[in-house]
């Protein structure tokens, strides 16, 4: 994935109106609140974990993250009960993810 710095680059070709505009179009946007998941929509998720793990299937991993959602695919490698993190293998990146921020869990049928 490559990492440049998006919009930031653009903003010397464009007027400062422009800039400005786009600032306050981007601070209005509503914040998105985290979802109250279902204590059997959790037991669920727990499930499809562990399926993941023991045929070492590719998921779909939703989780919340700075007021919004996020997505991964990959592997799960590694579950850390301690400080309570998952963590997934995308292609060359590792992402960790807080469990108490997952929310939707997916197994991918190749």
């Known amino acids: 994935m490559v990492h440049d710095r998006g919009k930031i680059k653009w903003a010397s070709l464009m007027l400062p109106e422009h800039v400005e505009m786009l600032q ?35 998921i779909t991993l939703n ?13 799960i490698i590694k579950i850390d009960p301690i400080a309570r993190k998952l963590t997934i293998q995308e292609a060359a990146l590792q992402r960790k993810v807080p469990i108490e921020n997952i929310v939707a869990i997916e197994l991918l049928h190749e």
């Open 63 to 75: 989780y919340y993250q700075n007021s919004s959602f996020k997505s991964a695919i990959g592997h």
């Open 24 to 58: 306050d179009f981007f601070a209005d946007e509503p914040l998105k609140e985290k979802p109250i998941l279902d204590e059997d929509y959790v037991n669920e998720m727990e499930l499809t974990v562990q399926q993941a793990i023991h045929a070492q299937q590719k």
